[in-house]
């Protein structure tokens, strides 16, 4: 099963990417749906709201009056935090029950989380995947007010009460144009589906790590790539809990300005090493898959005497299922001394720029030199030991 998030502002074009994922195939969990749900004649949710806001909030037949109580809490944050005590809960509990009901039926599932509040109620770490329908503020403001005939004000009150497009952007995985017509929103959609979620789900179901070059490709640094790191970060802290003592997001990606290839380095560090290998074996729940094998690192510290060969430390290690985004996730107990030489190269590169342009300049020569991820690696190994040297 692959968890996806879907979100975006009110009058952004949500509902129209809900709608033709469901027609893709997927299974759509309609979180507004379920708000309404928990709250309807008759329930336990409704007699608690009515007990908090009083009969102000009850139509004449007995139901939510949602404008009502829209009035109450958009502009009064310590109300909607009450009201969200109340529903929130009760959404949750109904939402688990519903995506166990997917996968029950379809273990193949992809189950869509439709859910405005995705950003503002910070739970991305929840999904393998963010999907944000983005559109402009007059874009929004022209739906609200002529497709659903909101006065203008409350129009931009809705929207200002919502995260902002910054927010949006630094939560989410995959952007979406909501600003065009459904067609085109429909068929960038379809190509998402095709291209990335569906062989998500299998290489995720099926525990494989997504295809990827086996030769050394470098891009211009990306700014997405700090943001990247912290959603993946979240994610894997999530999945590991407490077993986890640090996630950081190292490598190159981590340091501003520097040419990479485009992965996501991050580093997981564990007590011991049979957590750390239990811990690698365990981060589906974040999007990625434990690679067969031993695995180990050739710390700069552990280089023998003599300028013998570096003595390898085994560790944990997984890889992407997502075809959109590499991840190399390296989970190490607390005793490896990569687990502090790998960050601390990171912040010498961040601090000296003259390390970082350096750096830049043999790893491009290394990319044009050798043909394998392993030999442009073991390449660097001399300028990491210096670098970690003068900054020790």
């Known amino acids: 099963m692959l968890w996806v998030g879907l979100t975006g502002g009110v009058g952004a074009g949500k509902s129209t990417a809900a709608r033709a994922l469901r027609e893709l195939g997927a299974v759509v969990v309609d979180a507004d ?6 709250v309807a004649p008759g329930t336990p949710g409704l007699a608690a709201v009515a007990r908090e806001f009083g009969d102000a909030v009850l139509a004449p037949d007995g139901s939510l009056d949602r404008p009502a109580l829209g009035r109450v809490v958009f502009g009064d944050p310590a109300r909607r935090l009450a009201l969200e005590a109340i529903t929130h809960p009760l959404v949750l509990e109904r939402t688990e029950a519903l995506v166990a009901a997917a996968v029950e039926a379809d273990p193949a599932a992809v189950v869509v989380h439709d859910i405005p509040l995705l950003v503002e109620l910070r739970r991305g770490d929840r999904y393998h995947l963010v999907l944000a329908v983005m559109a402009d503020e007059e874009v929004r403001l022209r739906r609200l007010v002529e497709g659903r005939g909101m006065a203008e004000d409350d129009a931009r009150a809705r929207i200002a009460a919502q995260a902002d497009d910054d927010a949006r952007r630094a939560a989410a995985d995959v952007l979406l144009d909501g600003g065009g017509s459904p067609e085109a929103l429909a068929e960038a959609l379809g190509s998402l589906w095709r291209d990335r979620l569906v062989p998500y789900e299998w290489n995720l179901r099926e525990g494989r790590r997504a295809p990827r070059p086996e030769h050394p490709v470098l891009v211009p640094p990306d700014p997405g790539w700090a943001a990247a790191g912290e959603r993946l970060a979240a994610r894997v802290r999530r999945a590991a809990g407490e077993r986890a003592l640090d996630v950081q997001h190292t490598g190159s990606t981590a340091v501003p300005g520097l040419l990479a290839k485009d992965c996501i380095d991050l580093q997981v560090v564990c007590a011991d090493l049979p957590t750390a290998l239990a811990v690698a074996a365990d ?5 990625l898959v434990a690679e067969p094998g031993e695995w180990w690192d050739e710390p700069t510290s552990r280089r023998g005497q003599g300028g013998e060969a570096y003595r390898r430390v085994p560790k944990g ?4 299922a997502d075809p959109g985004r590499l991840v190399d996730c390296h989970v190490r107990d607390a005793a490896n001394p990569e687990a502090r030489e790998v960050p601390a190269f990171r912040d ?15 790893k491009r020569g290394l990319a044009a030199k050798h043909r394998t991820v392993d030999d442009y690696a073991a390449g ?7 670098v970690l040297a003068r900054s020790s």
Not at 317 to 320: M, V
């Open 348 to 362: 010498a590169l961040v601090a000296d720029p003259h390390a970082r342009e350096a750096y830049a300049l043999l």
């Open 283 to 287: 981060l589906r729940a974040a999007g």
């Open 380 to 386: 660097k190994t001399e300028f990491i030991a210096e």
């Open 33 to 38: 749906a379920i708000a309404r749900e928990v």
């Open 317 to 320: 290690f997984a890889a992407n």
